[in-house]
Nanobody, 120 residues
């Protein structure tokens, strides 16, 4: 079993900052990448940012320059620093792990999601 546990969501005003954390635990064999996706009501889940174990990052255009993804490979943890938050950033944010458990094939794992609401 592999588990991804997110923390750090909440309610903030436009222009404020939040930091999300996601820790992977359990029967982890190899992590290839971790990242964050989000889903707003009525919308499909979309990529926010990803980071590989080689620290190669990828960002959605809508968050580039405002959000920063980082990781601590020793702790199997990924972070998302979100600055200058906008109302349109409101969504449920999901942690994603591209990894293989011991004795299992490589696949995507998901956290339970954490709500971020940006509102004045």
């Amino acid at each position: 079993q592999v588990h991804l546990v997110e923390s750090g969501g909440g309610l903030v005003q436009p222009g404020e900052s939040l930091r999300l954390s996601c820790a992977a635990s359990g029967n982890i064999g190899k992590i290839y990448a971790m990242g964050w996706y989000r889903q707003a009501p009525g919308n499909q889940r979309e990529l926010v940012a990803t980071i590989t174990t080689d620290l190669i990052t990828n960002y959605a255009d809508s968050v580039r320059g405002r959000f920063t993804i980082s990781s601590d490979n020793a702790k199997n943890t990924v972070y998302l620093q979100m600055n200058s938050l906008k109302v349109e950033d409101t969504a449920v944010y999901y942690c994603n792990g591209d990894l293989a458990g011991w004795g299992s094939i490589r696949r995507n794992y998901w956290g339970q999601g954490t709500q971020i609401t940006v509102s004045s």
